[in-house]
């Protein structure tokens, strides 16, 4: 195998390891590979600029479909609201100020 096959792999290896949200050693054991492998590669293509490492900031593209509800459905409607890993559940009727510390929080932890 050549040096650029193994380097795809360990693009996508890299690419379920951050999506997954699990520590280096979780991630390892249950994906049959060493831990010292996986931050070899880690290291290897971030030297490289092969994978960005560095979070994005300011503003998100956000996609809104807008929907026809009753009266009801729309008492029960829920705004989710994705950050990485987490997401934020908004109902109607939702304390401004109580979701605006919350996103704080995310954003300080992002």
Excluded at 28 to 47: A, D, I, P
Aim: proline residues 1%; charged residues 25%; aromatic residues 6%.
């Amino acid at each position: 195998m050549t040096h650029e096959e193994r380097k795809q792999i360990w693009l996508e290896r890299i690419t379920s390891y951050k999506r997954s949200g699990l520590s280096k050693k979780a991630w390892s054991k249950s994906n049959g590979v060493s831990r010292g492998s996986l931050t070899h590669w880690l290291n290897e293509l971030t030297e490289n600029n092969t994978i960005n490492t560095k979070r994005a900031k300011g503003f998100i593209q956000a996609k809104i479909t807008p929907t026809i509800t009753t009266e009801a459905q729309e008492k029960d409607s829920v705004l989710s609201i994705h950050v990485g890993y987490t997401t934020i559940d908004v109902r109607n009727g939702f304390n401004k100020d109580t979701l605006l510390s919350v996103l704080q929080v995310v954003k300080n932890l992002c």
